[in-house]
């Protein structure tokens, strides 16, 4: 139960993570799980492709496919909207965190 409750938490951090590396370079879900797993987000890629892909559906990320040793990789950034998303998201963050740790 406390695991459920947990993930759900989480899952605002990871959106916020994945725009923030979004918008410092193109990202990919390979490099993405890596990213998360330093920072204690144990995510398979069958929970992260469809967080990707929700993302670029609602207009946060694009994709671009690049050819990478022979095979298609998939390379997200950061959109307008997506950089807006993550300003909000920053200052309520920062909100948040100076309130818990008071």
Do not use: C
């Not at 890596?34 to 990320?61: R, V």
């Amino acid at each position: 139960m406390e695991d459920k409750v947990l993930r759900k938490l989480f899952l605002g951090f990871i959106h916020i993570h994945i725009l923030h590396h979004a918008k410092e370079q193109p990202i990919f879900g390979v490099w993405m799980l890596d990213e998360l797993k330093e920072h204690g987000y144990n995510l398979s890629a069958g929970t992260l492709y469809p967080i990707l892909h929700t993302m670029e559906a609602d207009g946060l990320l694009m994709r671009e496919d690049k050819n990478v040793e022979g095979k298609i990789r998939k390379y997200y950034s950061i959109t307008e909207k997506g950089i807006s998303i993550l300003g909000e998201a920053r200052k309520k963050a920062y909100e948040l965190f100076k309130e818990i740790n008071e």
